[in-house]
């Protein structure tokens, strides 16, 4: 009622297609409130002979109803009525009654997914979710979960009862709310984890996420930061994917090249390594050292005396003989040896008896 008054709505009309006592109440709560405001308001009983009484599962006859009960009652500006399939016998009878949908505000007590795309397309402007849902089965699964893995709510009571859904989007009444898990003796302490959360299914939470406990981040490379209650990007030298539950460390050999936020570890490429766990990046190859493989943690070394002109070489005949000495035997990976450069030669570095 407060929601329709806030429309501009001055003559409401409720209308009943069934002699359901749900509806004397709901159409009763909304009159309630247009009496408190000066208003009008109008409970109209489809089903009765004198509107040609009512079959839900006919539009024509709904809308026939329709037609006789406004031709009744012509001055709504207003309607309500119970579920999203209300509309199409309401809106038929509305128009065939010579009226505009631009003078028309239509809401609903129910939401499901077809009350959700007529407010996304602004044909109702609210449904009034009675959040069965979260009233009924959320209990059952709060206690699975405590059951089966000791967490629990860190707030244990929750909004449950209806709430107007303005908006295609579901509200978030559940972001604050935390999980714990029991900690050594009786003391409660916060987690990180989304096992046994059931998922939200919009058949049966419309209008009411199920509340995700503290770490459910849904992104790639991201974790739940207890500082901040929020989703954050894991820093550079961890990991997290769609099956875990907190940001892993890198193994050595692999790194997040240099950024945080990363959804895998990536192996260091040839000529690089990283030594030790959690490097945010892969360090290159030193001189007289090469990595022909990816994803190694340590570089090989040259054997004496060869040696490598740069850093970062990928292969071992990147090996060859310093500055003063020359090969012969074929090349590092042939067992080639080095020798002194004769007397009166020049040899530079990476000179070889073949060139």
């Not at 939401?111 to 089965?137: C, R």
């Not at 991201?222 to 500082?227: L, V």
């Amino acid at each position: 009622g407060k929601a329709l008054i806030a429309a501009g709505v001055t003559h409401l009309g409720c209308f009943s297609f069934l002699d359901y006592p749900v509806f004397d109440s709901r159409c009763g709560g909304a009159g309630e409130v247009y009496a408190e405001a000066g208003l009008n308001f109008t409970y109209v009983k489809l089903w009765l002979d004198e509107f040609g009484g009512s079959d839900w599962g006919s539009d024509a006859i709904m809308a026939g109803s329709m037609i006789k009960a406004l031709a009744k009652y012509p001055y709504f500006n207003g309607m309500l009525s119970l579920g999203g399939g209300c509309y199409s016998w309401m809106s038929r009878g509305w128009v065939e009654s010579g009226r505009s949908l631009d003078d028309l505000v239509m809401a609903t007590f129910d939401v499901d997914q077809s009350v959700i795309d007529l407010i996304a397309s602004g044909a109702l402007i609210m449904g009034n979710d009675q959040q069965s849902y979260m009233q009924g089965y959320m209990s059952v699964i709060l206690l699975a979960i405590y059951n089966m893995s000791g967490n629990r709510l860190m707030e244990h009571v929750l909004k449950t009862g209806p709430i107007v859904r303005n908006s295609p989007k579901a509200s978030d009444e559940c972001s604050l709310v935390y999980w714990t898990t029991l900690a050594e003796g009786s003391l409660d302490k916060p987690i990180v984890g989304k096992e046994f959360l059931p998922t939200w299914d919009p058949t049966m939470a419309v209008g009411f996420p199920i509340c995700e406990r503290a770490g459910s981040c849904q992104g790639l490379g991201s974790y739940f930061s207890m500082e901040t209650a929020s989703c954050e990007p894991c820093p550079a030298g961890t990991f997290s994917n769609s099956s875990m539950v907190s940001c892993e460390i890198c193994p050595a050999g692999t790194s997040t090249r240099g950024n945080g936020g990363s959804g895998e570890c990536y192996p260091c490429g040839k000529g690089l390594f990283s030594e030790s766990q959690g490097s945010a990046a892969c360090d290159y190859c030193e001189i007289g050292s090469f990595t022909s493989e990816e994803g190694m943690s340590t570089c090989e070394p040259c054997r004496p005396p060869f040696s490598t002109l740069s850093i970062a070489r990928e292969t071992p005949d990147a090996c060859m003989c310093p500055e003063g000495m020359y090969g012969v035997n074929g090349n590092y990976s042939d067992g080639g040896i080095c020798l002194e450069c004769p007397e009166g030669m020049v040899c530079s570095f990476g000179s070889h008896e073949d060139y």
